[in-house]
């Protein structure tokens, strides 16, 4: 059902956890529904220099979260504003269809830590 | 050790090696068509009297009650659509329960299509059919009842005497699914006040492709399918004689003393498992089959759970709305009033008579690894 590369990334994912001092964070989905994402953004010059994720959910999810920090880090804002699903769904190596929603979610995550970010610095 | 650990049995088995050695001349030697009446088929025929002989005496019916098909979802959709269809004309309600197995659920959804009435009577908190809601749901038109004996999900095993009296002094048809159940508790036809039960070979260690159903009256059902007059003329098609002769072989096989160990090793692993904090067993622990456990752990997911424990070899099945393709949890569940974000994390045991110790021990190990992992992933809960 689930490519290699979901499957790996649901094993051992590399960017679990909570950054206390985050620029944004971005909170996603909820529990009735069952996917519940948590994505936290380090920024500097406008650089995501760390991300990290919370997820409850599938295999779809919590791998999705992963490959997205992967891709996210080290991106400009604008950058990381243009990852699109269908960007992580190919980096995973495709997502079985009725799991798209998984790869929206973490794109949403990370489009909320974003907005966070920005209201944060705003001047 | 890496160990590889079978326990999703309620979804089907292992075929027992006595059941596989029973089945194989039936295909090389004495592959005759049941119906053919030279030698062939009379041995092919014999041996299918035989095993409905077996059967029918195993549950206290008589063989020409018992009729072969091909599993329990033909077994269901015979017993419901062929009694709708058989009494139309003297009632179009039907009463079910919130928690049946698909093939009962959405064949009495589909018969709602063509202009029948279905009424679906709640569950309790602890996995029961609300007896009371059933007889007053009874009207005049009620042409069948149909409640599964032990639910597939979670084990718990309903009063089926009792219903089945109430069905009978009204008389109205009574169907139950006892596709789970039989080999594991007593199914008495006579004692349940039985019309109609679907029974499956592969869940008790048969093989797949096989079941049967019990019919008390055969003038209150009319056949799906149209052929041949294999079957008392109810279901047509060339007899599986092989795999009656495996049906009957695993029925034989079943024993009190297999249905007490795997009760221990029930009673052992829900200890155990409970012991990992906030979760909690679904179903009541008492009036249970001896081989179901089925927990909901906070926080995560159960498909996630499923895809840890796979790794660590060990299989098990969820209720969790993420291995559904309409991504909705377990009806079973959410009828018992499990909150939606419980059901999503529950997650299914369900052992054998092969099942070992050593295996519950590996597998109690493997599950508090893999749910302590998926905490430390989840937002939640902290």
């Keep these: 059902m689930y490519s290699e590369k979901v499957l790996k990334h649901f094993k051992k994912p590399h960017n679990v956890g909570k950054i206390e001092d985050a620029d944004g964070i971005g909170k996603v989905g909820n529990r009735a529904c069952g996917d519940v994402m948590k994505l936290y953004i380090k920024v500097e010059d406008n650089k995501i220099v760390d991300i990290k994720f919370e997820t409850m959910g599938c295999a779809a999810a919590i791998s999705s979260s992963d490959m997205l920090c992967e891709m996210a880090k080290g991106k400009t804002i604008e950058e990381a504003l243009k990852i699109t699903k269908d960007d992580l769904i190919k980096e995973l190596e495709g997502l079985p269809p009725v799991k798209i929603h998984c790869s929206v979610l973490a794109v949403d995550a990370l489009h909320e830590a974003i907005k966070e970010y920005k209201l944060k610095h705003k001047k | ?382």
């Design chain 2, 1 to 382: 050790m890496k160990m590889r650990v079978y326990l999703d049995n309620a979804a089907t088995t292992k075929t027992a090696p006595e059941v596989v050695e029973a089945m194989q001349p039936y295909f090389t030697e004495k592959y005759g068509n049941a119906s053919s009446i030279h030698s062939f088929g009379e041995e092919a025929k014999e041996a299918l009297e035989n095993a409905r002989e077996q059967i029918a005496k195993y549950i206290n019916a008589e063989p020409e009650e018992i009729i072969f098909t091909s599993g329990g979802t033909e077994s269901d959709n015979l017993a419901i659509k062929g009694t709708a269809y058989a009494l139309k004309n003297k009632g179009k309600h039907i009463i079910t329960s919130k928690f049946e197995h698909h093939a009962v659920l959405e064949t009495c959804q589909a018969l709602e299509k063509e202009g029948f009435e279905v009424t679906y009577i709640g569950i309790s908190k602890d996995g029961f059919v609300d007896i009371d809601s059933l007889k007053s749901a009874i009207r005049n038109d009620t042409i069948l009842v149909t409640i599964m004996h032990a639910n597939n999900e979670i084990g718990t095993i309903q009063d089926i005497e009792k219903i089945g009296a109430i069905c009978r002094e009204k008389g109205i048809v009574f169907h139950t699914d006892a596709i789970q159940s039989l080999g594991k508790i007593p199914v008495d036809a006579k004692k349940m006040h039985l019309d109609l039960a679907s029974f499956s070979a592969h869940k008790l260690h048969g093989p797949k492709g096989i079941g049967a159903l019990y019919i008390r009256k055969k003038d209150k059902i009319k056949k799906l399918f149209y052929g041949g007059v294999q079957e008392f003329n109810l279901r047509p098609g060339t007899e599986n004689v092989s795999g009656a002769v495996g049906f009957a072989k695993a029925i034989e096989l079943m024993s009190e003393k297999d249905a007490q160990n795997m009760k221990e090793l029930q009673e052992y692993l829900i200890d155990e498992l409970l012991q990992i904090p906030e979760a909690c067993l679904n179903g009541s622990r008492e009036k249970r089959l001896c081989n179901n456990v089925n927990i909901s752990f906070s926080h995560i997911e159960g498909e996630s759970v499923l895809l840890g424990l796979n790794d660590k070899g060990v299989a098990v099945s969820t209720g969790s709305a993420c291995t559904s393709q309409k991504l909705e949890p377990s009806h079973v569940l959410i009828a018992m009033g499990v909150k939606p974000e419980d059901a999503h994390g529950s997650v299914r045991f369900s052992l054998s008579k092969y099942n070992t110790k050593e295996e519950i021990d590996y597998t109690i190990n493997a599950v508090k690894a893999v749910v302590e992992n998926l905490r430390k992933i989840s937002p939640l809960g902290k």
